[in-house]
């Protein structure tokens, strides 16, 4: 009977030994985990300001567009949706990055300290306790020994008044052995919950990141059919939409202010008929009140709306 | 007659001279877009690159959970389908950030240049075409002046037979103002098909990318899925699964190798405990048919197939 508890515990405790002592070794694999993630966060950071950058210079050339004379208004308006839904995606970039750093590295490489002194307190409390039940068990055994030896020499003198204390000593080792094993049970599955929490742990940390990620997703939509409009828009190039054409007709005949400068014979004049271009499409601009070739600032507020 | 022609082919002259003036003068913007799109690139290569690493990383994590002894190689399976979804998602990121180098910034450098000459050819061949049609005006009313000067003093002098000569030089005039509208209106047209070409041929450059970025964006689809199932499979750390209660009574009674190695009483003997340790560990895969509970490593053929 005590040799098969005495192999299972010593089961017992070797597995709960071997998962201390992975859990030990793992830290490398987590610094790793969180070093590697600090480095890809600054880069998306990084990122994020690239993009904010490009974005700007993106819209410059919806403007170009919406602004143009060449009919591309349309082509513009299409330009800045794709710009607006790209800062939607930068702006779930950055929160994304932003819900990374606050919300997986940090918090991980905090927990990494309570997981450290969680698994050492285990390590040692089973020590303990192992120590002490084992000694336990010693001192019943020698009692149960010694009241053997003392049973052996009262039965050789005919006194038969011992083995109820014998009896109950055995019994009292058989029970500290089921003690033993219930205490191994208990530390191994303590550190084996305590290995799934780290687990469980890292899921509840990651998830809201991946959150995060998937919402980028939701843009997705949205660039497919702005993507399908600049394709429907752009489809002949070669050719001026009526818009643009019904410009030259209106030009034909209109009171408006152009008027053709004589190309300068030296550069220096350049300046000088830049500016009065200048002011002639301005003169344009304030009798255009169709606004179908003129050149408008396109107002971010307007752009959103079209977008919607 | 001639008035009114003269008023129109102006203001045509003066919208083609600033249709062209827009395009000289937007040069800055699209170059300002290529450099930040340029940057833009280099960050998400450099992104791409510490995801690689980051992956990596990941990846260590889930063959830790898949690996325990703790009852989750189930999240660790989720884990490693979570790591090979975010490997589409890096494939997918490197592919759009060479489309987006090789497909747009690349080739819009390029047609920059052409841009510049073909802009220069449509401002000096309108130029040449104007001053020839204006020699050509010239010449006619010059001729036409004459004529007329011949008419009167003919006139004064009975003879009429002048005036059908008139009439025609006074049509030939009329003929080439008309021919001046027409090309005028014909340089207004090219330049404004010129411009608009640049958006079509900037669109047809930028949809393919933004179709790379959509199918990475697409990716993310599938990690909803993932993340739900790491929920449920998390989703009561503080128990063990069944799974890994059953290791613990398969433990109890069977002739596993496991066997408690007393704890050391100096740092010294690590070493050769680890060791113990590492071998009483390896007989348990070893004889562990099943592989409920093994160390079995866990190869990324084997997690592709789970995930699937």
Known sequence: MEAVIEKECSALGGLFQTVIADMKSSYPIWEDFITKAGKMQSQLRATAVAVTAFLDAFQKVADLATNSRGGTRDIGSALTRMCLRHRSIEAKLKQFSMCFLEGLINPLQEQMEDWKRGVNTLDKDHAKEYKRARQEIKKKSSDTLKLQKKAKKADNLGRGD??????????????????????????????????????????TMLRPVVDEEISMLAEVTHLQTISEDLK???????????????????????????????????????????????????????????????????????SSSSSS
């Open 162 to 203: 011992i083995q109820p204390q014998l009896n109950s000593a055995m019994q009292d080792v058989s029970d500290k052995y089921i003690l033993l094993e219930e205490t191994e049970k208990h530390a191994l599955r303590r550190a084996l919950i305590e290995e799934r929490q780290r687990f469980c742990c890292f899921v």
């Open 232 to 302: 429907a828009l752009t489809s002949d190039p070669h050719k001026l939409p009526p818009a643009s054409e019904q410009v030259i007709l209106d030009l034909k005949g209109s009171d408006y202010g152009w008027s053709y400068q004589t190309p300068p014979s030296s550069p220096s004049t350049t300046m000088s008929r830049k500016s009065s271009m200048c002011s002639s499409l301005n003169s344009v601009n304030s009798s255009d009140s169709r606004g179908s070739s003129g050149s408008h600032s396109h107002s971010p507020s307007s």
